[in-house]
């Protein structure tokens, strides 16, 4: 019989939180990660859940769309260098009630603790995706993304200015996200709050930045939400490398070019960012 981490989704979640970690962008706990699965895989992962689930616990925001589905958390306070080698210990399926306002455990967090602190806008985000996307979206991930931080230290905080930093600071940028990136201004962490405000702006981007935090990414699959991580932060790496540079910035990509890069790749950007 497969043992749980041989499962195809466990497996994927797994390697994601490594490989993110190797990028630099999880500091002892920082950022986190959910999965809402597929029924084929809560199936497969059935036999492996606990035969006395956790308590219900309150999440503080409702996600009536996500009624009775499962999530495959990293757990709060947890570190991604470990999830590898202790995923039992590190992560966590939680299930949602009926009304998709609150959760219970079912397997992982062996030794105690609660799904990321972040659970909340995480929901809220997959409540967004999932609507707008015909259920596509499976993935949210937030990073402690270096460059992304020290940017928004540095821009005003408005979607255009980030955005149009971010496509002109390489060049594949606007075909991996043509809607441009959100930005949420500082926010206290981990709460409501934070989550409504992410989940407004999920409605129409697949990237947003916190400001001074970090990035939230969603996507289909493992591989399309870390690489959108990884595009938005290697940009806003060579943005802050051009201007540690100190040099007088000759040429960029102009606004014509952007229009060509759609046209030829067949991608629609979001017209309220180009001059
Ligand atoms: P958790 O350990 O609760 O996931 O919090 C980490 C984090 O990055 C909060 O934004
Ligand atoms: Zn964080």
Known sequence: ????????????????????????????????????????????????????????????????????????????????RNVALNPEDSICICELNEKGDAYRIVWGLVNGGRPTSEFPSHLLNHSVKKAATDGAYRVIYHAHTPAVIALSFILPLDAR????????????????????????????????????????????????VWAHHGTFCAGPDFDTAFGLMHTVEKSADIYMRILSSGK??????????????????HVTLNENFLD
Request: charge should be negative; charged fraction near 25%; aromatic fraction near 10%.
């Open 161 to 208: 200015t980030f955005s149009r930093v971010l496509w002109k600071s390489m060049t594949e940028c606007p075909i991996i996200f043509p809607q441009g990136v959100g930005v949420v201004p500082w926010m206290v962490p981990g709460g409501p709050d934070i989550a409504k405000a992410s989940s407004e702006l999920m409605k129409t981007y697949d990237a947003i």
């Open 1 to 80: 019989m497969m043992t749980m981490t041989e499962i195809e989704a466990v497996k994927g979640f797994i390697r994601l939180c490594t490989d993110g970690y190797e990028m630099g962008w999880h500091e002892r706990n920082g950022g986190n990660l959910t999965y809402r699965m597929k029924d084929t895989e809560v199936k497969e992962c059935r036999p492996f859940f606990s035969q006395a689930p956790g308590d219900w616990t309150e999440l503080g925001i409702t996600a009536s769309n996500l009624s009775k589905e499962y999530f495959i958390a990293t757990g709060s306070g947890k570190f991604m």
């Open 248 to 265: 007088e910035i000759l040429q960029t990509i102009t606004d014509d070019d952007l229009r060509k890069l759609a046209k030829d790749f």
